[in-house]
């Protein structure tokens, strides 16, 4: 049974992370070792989906704490579901303001207005509130 478990260096090979991100991500509950060989821990293959949906979450802004409360999300634990709620209406958010950035781009890279930044279709992208930074 144990040639189907890898080592933390074939993790680490296979998903690209260092061997002390895997073991901060066992620390902080996001993943857990299957057991050891040796003194090397070791992974059933599904980690590897899950280190997947960690980074993803990390690409979209979650913190480690959300990406640990979100993977031990259940049914009846209403607070964390509001939470999942709230963070799906901020990508929203960033999402909205982050393609009004990219056709603004997309925009200035063909305009032949002088100053580009005083073309009314680039200005008209940035009006509105200020928009809140992205959260890392």
């Known amino acids: 049974m144990t040639d189907t478990l890898l080592d933390i260096a074939e993790v680490a090979e296979e998903s690209g992370l260092a061997p002390s991100a895997l073991r901060f991500y066992e620390k902080r509950g996001l993943i857990t070792p299957a057991g050891r060989n040796g003194l090397r821990r070791t992974f059933r293959p599904d ?22 409360g979100f993977l031990r999300a259940t049914p ?11 963070k799906a209406t901020e990508l929203d958010e960033d999402i909205a ?16 207005h002088e100053p580009l930044v005083e073309c009314p279709d680039f200005k008209a992208t940035f009006k509105g509130p200020a928009p809140q930074p992205i959260r890392t």
């Open 47 to 68: 980690v590897l989906g899950r280190l997947a949906l960690v980074a993803c979450a990390r690409g979209a802004g979650f913190t480690i704490a959300e990406i640990a």
């Open 76 to 86: 009846s634990d209403t607070e964390l579901r509001a939470g999942m709620a709230r």
């Open 97 to 112: 303001r982050l393609t009004r950035m990219r056709d603004s781009l997309r925009h200035a890279s063909t305009c032949t």
